[in-house]
């Protein structure tokens, strides 16, 4: 089962000291970006994500900031 917690910052270490009460395995704490992160990693690697070289998007930002002037 997946669940979703938002704690209050200050009960945090009361809910560290809960988790690690549990049997080891009990629960898998993950971070709420690691879904996303995997995914965007599977995708730049797999190159279904367009990217774009360093220098050239930075050329592309000057170009666009030097037009306003």
């Not at 992160?37 to 367009?50: A, F, G, H």
């Amino acid at each position: 089962m997946t669940m979703v917690l938002n704690v209050d910052e200050k009960y945090i270490n009361k809910l560290e000291s809960f988790i690690s009460s549990l049997p080891k395995g009990a629960i898998e704490v993950k971070n709420s970006l690691d879904d996303v992160i995997t995914k965007r990693v599977e995708s730049y690697e797999s190159s279904q994500m367009q990217t774009t070289p360093l220098m050239e998007g930075l050329d592309t930002i000057r170009e666009k900031l030097v037009s306003r002037l």
